[in-house]
């Protein structure tokens, strides 16, 4: 899920916009609207329908960003009625982008790499991220392909593997173009993510997964609407 808005961030130099400023003081927002409603509506459809939303109407100051995630998984976790192939586990999934902390690649990355994450670095073709973000937001996104073959928040993330950042915790590098050819290399891809969180059950768990690639591929605009995504 994509859990905040451009106009609400979790922290900013000034803390304007945001929870926090990047020295851990209160900024000017006391909620995340957008993150609340996205949490709620997932939560429900697993039969938790009244989530006490502690993690954001109990905020510390100098909460990281890490430890404001562990919070919301912690609190999700207790409510959720899990089906028996989870074995009681909870995976909470959430994209990540600089414009969560207005823009500073730095402060997010503790986040990514401290313990108990799995990251998938999902690296589109530029030109056609640029041309698809021009189409779907055209009130907020520049108007041309701005010249760059790779984005600098990929840019940044390959730096940092090749530093070995990410050495102590599970880390893929996923193209788009290995991933949407077909529902058997989108199966495949999906397999080699899901081993890194050691389900039980894994074959059981992720054929409900395989299902529904297969339908989503088995409808004839499958590769029109991926296209509208890349």
């Known amino acids: 899920m994509s859990l905040f808005p451009p106009g609400e961030m979790f922290a900013s130099e000034s803390g304007k916009r945001a929870l926090f400023t990047f020295n ?9 609207h957008k993150l609340r409603s996205q949490i709620e509506s997932g939560v429900a459809k697993r039969g938790c329908n009244a989530l006490p939303f502690t993690f954001l109407s109990q905020i510390k100051e100098n909460t990281s960003l890490t430890e404001f995630f562990d919070n919301i998984y912690e609190e999700i976790a207790q409510c959720v009625h899990l089906p028996r192939e989870c074995n ?6 959430h994209k990540m ?3 969560y902390a207005d823009g500073n690649r730095e402060y997010i990355l503790p986040h990514l790499s401290s313990d108990d994450r799995a990251i998938v670095h999902l690296q589109r073709n530029e030109k056609r991220r640029q041309q698809s973000c021009i189409r779907r937001f055209p009130n907020f996104a520049p108007r041309h392909w701005d010249g760059k073959n790779v984005s600098y928040w990929d840019q940044f993330l390959n730096n940092q593997e090749h530093r070995g950042s990410f050495s102590s915790a599970f880390y893929t590098h996923v193209h788009t173009e290995h991933l949407w050819p077909t529902a058997t290399s989108y199966d495949k891809t999906l397999q080699s993510i899901f081993e890194a969180f050691h389900f039980e059950r894994q074959d059981s768990l992720m054929q409900a997964v395989y299902h ?3 339908r989503f591929y088995g409808q004839a605009d499958a590769r029109q609407m991926l296209e509208l995504q890349d």
């Open 24 to 32: 851990g003081s209160f900024g000017a927002l006391r909620t995340l």
């Open 88 to 93: 009681g586990q909870v995976l909470l999934s």
């Open 97 to 99: 982008f600089p414009c």
């Open 212 to 214: 529904e690639v297969e």
